[in-house]
T-cell receptor, first 115, second 113 residues
Framework: GDSVTQMEGPVTLSEEAFLTINCTYT??????LFWYVQYPGEGLQLLLK?????DKGSNKGFEATYRKETTSFHLEKGSVQVSDSAVYFC??????????????FGTGTLLAVQP | NAGVTQTPKFQVLKTGQSMTLQCAQD?????MSWYRQDPGMGLRLIHY???????DQGEVPNGYNVSRSTTEDFPLRLLSAAPSQTSVYFC????????????FGPGTRLTVL
């Protein structure tokens, strides 16, 4: 079945460092891909999405490109801030004809940014 | 818009007790769902509903019941709590069953002793 694999954390960086969180997926068909962020004590919020190959999603300085050839959707940010400390989830939405789309999550990666 | 709201925020139960986790949304979304979040396992789908009066099982439905009598509300019932149900529970909604973008509530942290 469809699945998402993302790098285990925690990822610890200093402020202004470059961030990459790897995400790869397995899916039949052409899923939409997402990154969600969960700040401490809160629910998940959609960070960015991409719906087809070579699309780039971006938001708040974060970017991710839908790479069909490598089945990847890696999250990047050029300069992280302490306020970016959170858990990041990669997810896919599997489209199965007219049936209900199912959202499948990776296990999450904890990012800790130190001043 | 309050979005997706959940109550309570925290709950402690003893084994065998029952309780209902409340979830409501004010966005007129057809699709609602419940997830549990456990360390190292991401989010797993418990039950979902594609509209009032329609519910279906997700990946981990055992020990949980749901109903959807209105568009706004989607309560999750634990009939006889077990320690294995200690988790953080999230309710989510989206416009309909084919829409991708999902909105999450703030979560309920449940401990079963």
């Amino acid at each position: 079945g469809d699945s998402v694999t993302q790098m285990e954390g925690p990822v610890t960086l200093s402020e202004e460092a470059f961030l990459t969180i790897n995400c790869t997926y397995t899916a039949t068909g052409y899923p939409s891909l997402f990154w969600y962020v969960q700040y401490p004590g809160e629910g998940l919020q959609l960070l960015l999405k991409a719906t087809k190959a070579d699309d780039k999603g971006s938001n708040k300085g974060f970017e991710a490109t839908y790479r069909k050839e490598t089945t990847s959707f890696h999250l990047e940010k050029g300069s992280v801030q302490v306020s970016d400390s959170a858990v990041y989830f990669c997810a896919l939405s599997s489209h199965s004809g007219g049936a209900t789309n199912k959202l499948i999550f990776g296990t999450g990666t904890l990012l800790a940014v130190q001043p | 818009n309050a979005g997706v709201t959940q109550t309570p925020k925290f709950q402690v139960l003893k084994t065998g007790q029952s309780m209902t986790l409340q979830c409501a949304q004010d966005m007129n979304h057809e699709y609602m769902s419940w997830y549990r979040q456990d360390p190292g396992m991401g989010l797993r789908l418990i039950h979902y509903s594609v509209g009032a009066g329609i519910t279906d099982q997700g990946e981990v439905p055992n020990g949980y019941n749901v109903s959807r009598s209105t568009t706004e509300d989607f309560p999750l019932r634990l009939l006889s709590a077990a320690p294995s149900q200690t988790s953080v529970y999230f309710c989510a909604s989206r416009r309909d069953r084919l829409t991708d973008t999902q909105y999450f509530g703030p979560g309920t942290r449940l401990t079963v002793l």
